[in-house]
């Protein structure tokens, strides 16, 4: 079994990106040398040989579960905004997403 | 401030009975107070006593609603006054673990993203046990979003245990355990998604059971990995684990998770005894690693089962050792989408300096989530991936299944398997807190059964020579908890080790 390589900056800097998370250059590289050492241990998993065995997910064989459609009373506006950072005139406000 | 509360609360109302609550199941209370030997208020009162006097040096509250409770102990003893009917756990304090909503009470899965945050609403089970006539005292500690198992990750407070209070109460629940085990309550409500029930339940001396997947409601708890988490309880005793499980056991609407499978009454096999009973001992929990005391504490144990009318068997789940990468894949994948909801528009933590909505996700989510969050979620998201999906998320999925396939022989052969909660003794605080790696390895053996979907009850079984707290876990198959509780019950009628108490007030 091939020790996994360790992850580079950039690579932890792209992770950071997609999980929309910041992080500044000391935490970086803290998470290159923690994060590596983790993929690198889970990596043992390569040594099953699994390619006649299914994904399993939902264990307990529930499919499908349907119910009737029927309209049900919701959470009034004033409480589902209650815990809103910022809101305006009954809307969750929204910083703007272009200049 | 808190604190103060129930200092007045304490001044202003009187005890009015001197019995020793401490040692009381739910079923001798409920008998008590429908003869007024009891009242609710004492009841409330005597866990508002111990939080007075213990919590500081404990810290398993985070929020204590000495209040609230109190009201709701004055009207169940309106209809004990009046002679009217009880509704099952009339009366019965309990705390929850703080991931489960409960409304108008602060609710902030030990992170900071939501240390603000009222939920609107109540999680399925706790509004099934108010209306069971239960009595919330408040909410406790734990590592954020579940992910440790020391509560050294909670981003509020570090939990002791009450036992050595130098020493981790296990987690995530560490708080939940800490408080049953010193009598805040009779129970505590808890989420175990790798362990996070038995091994706290184990480090403490107390009892925990992790029920089967979809066996309890998740809606209204904050989520971890949804296709492992499971809703369960840490309790002095059996007899009271099975009394609060049915309340809680079933289908919910608004879970589409949930079994439709019959609630039955946990209660009714218990006191029936294990004679015949196939109890499996699978060689890979029992190999090299595990601490001495520990080993000999469980083979004790195994003995006592044979002596109740067990019959034995040696058994192997020889896919064990794949356990925490598989598990941990799985977790961390689901983590990384579960926590995309922290974005800081609707709720939690939002950086109001943010100039545009890119920024305040970046800054929002840099600011809230501690380390061992951020940790999860970017290796989650890694696992994820374009060019990694294969190799880690869809492979650990493949791992589950050959697990389940080692559980589902194993339960051919055996009614139930018996197996230790952790390899070491509860450890000191700080010792494994700056190896996220080390810490993720502690759940060697409570890992397993969660990608299965299997349920497991957590025994205590003695003492280190360090008075330090040693546990065992039964494991059975799915939909197994009526077993599991009989085992557990004819286990803690010959033994008293959940009847100690670690501090005296």
């Not at chain 2, 009162?45 to 709701?72: G, H, M, P, Y």
Request: with cysteine; proline share 5%; net charge neutral.
């Amino acid at each position: 079994m091939n020790k996994m390589p360790k992850l580079t900056s950039e690579q932890v800097k792209h992770v950071a990106e997609l999980a929309r998370i910041g992080l500044d250059e000391k935490e970086t590289e803290r998470f290159k040398d923690q994060l590596s050492a983790i993929l690198d241990f889970v990596s043992k998993l390569q040594e099953i040989d699994t390619s006649k065995t299914q994904p399993l997910s939902q264990t307990t064989g529930l499919k499908n579960v349907f119910r009737e459609d029927l309209v049900k009373p919701s959470l009034p506006q004033e409480k589902v905004l209650l815990n809103a950072p910022e809101k305006y005139n009954g809307y969750f406000k929204v910083k703007p997403v272009f200049d | 401030m808190l604190q103060k509360n129930i200092t007045d609360i304490l001044k202003l109302n009187r005890f009015l009975t001197d019995m020793d609550l401490s040692d009381l199941t739910i079923k001798q209370i409920q008998e008590k107070l429908k003869a007024k030997q009891l009242s609710a208020k004492d009841l409330v009162l005597d866990s508002l006593n111990r939080i007075e006097k213990l919590d500081k040096k404990l810290q398993a509250f985070l929020t204590v609603i000495a209040d609230q409770a109190l009201d709701q102990a004055n009207q169940i003893d309106k209809l004990i006054g009046q002679n009217k009917d009880l509704p099952a756990l009339a009366g019965i304090p309990f705390s929850a673990k703080d991931v489960f909503s409960t409304i108008g009470v602060k609710t902030t899965a030990c992170s900071k993203i939501l240390e603000s945050y009222i939920p609107v609403y109540d999680a399925t089970a706790i509004k099934e046990l108010k209306q069971a006539g239960a009595i919330l005292i408040g909410k406790t500690n734990h590592d954020a979003f579940g992910f440790g198992s020391s509560t050294e990750n909670s981003d509020f407070k570090v939990t002791r245990n009450p036992w050595d209070l130098t020493k981790v109460p296990g987690g995530s629940s560490g708080g939940s355990a800490a408080a049953v085990a010193s009598g805040m309550g009779l129970f505590s409500l808890a989420e175990d998604t790798g362990g996070s029930i038995r091994q706290p339940a184990c480090f403490c001396g107390v009892t925990g059971l992790k029920v089967t997947y979809g066996r309890v409601s998740r809606y209204g708890v904050i989520a971890y990995g949804s296709s492992l988490d499971t809703i369960g309880l840490i309790s002095r005793s059996v007899s009271d684990i099975a009394c609060v499980l049915e309340i809680i056991a079933g289908k919910d609407e608004a879970d589409a998770t949930t079994l439709s499978a019959p609630v039955p009454d946990y209660s009714q096999n218990l006191g029936k005894g294990i004679k015949g009973l196939k109890l499996g001992v699978p060689e890979q929990y029992f190999e090299n690693g595990i601490d001495p005391e520990i080993k000999d504490s469980i083979d004790l144990a195994i003995k006592q089962f044979e002596n109740l009318g067990a019959k034995i068997q040696k058994t192997s789940l020889p896919y064990t050792k794949y356990a925490i990468p598989a598990y941990y894949l799985s977790g961390i994948s689901e983590v990384s989408a579960n926590l995309a909801r922290y974005d800081g528009i609707r709720f939690g933590y939002s950086d109001d300096k943010a100039k545009d909505l890119e920024s305040l996700y970046f800054e929002s989510r840099a600011a809230g989530f501690g380390p061992e969050v951020k940790r999860r979620i970017m290796l989650g998201t890694y696992a994820l991936s374009a060019g990694y999906y294969d190799a880690y998320y869809k492979k650990a999925q493949q791992v589950r299944n050959l697990i389940k396939q080692d559980f589902d022989k194993a339960f051919e052969k055996n009614d139930l398997l018996i197996a230790p909660v952790s390899p070491f003794l509860p450890f000191a605080i700080g010792e494994k807190a700056q190896d996220p790696l080390q810490m993720w390895l502690a759940d060697v053996f409570t890992v397993t059964i969660n990608p299965a979907g299997i349920p497991g009850l957590a025994l205590p079984c003695g003492f280190a020579k360090n008075r330090l707290p040693i546990g065992f876990q039964l494991i059975g198959p799915q939909l197994s908890e009526p077993l599991l509780l009989q085992a557990g019950f004819a286990y803690q009628e010959i033994t008293d080790w959940h009847k100690r108490s670690p501090m005296e007030i």
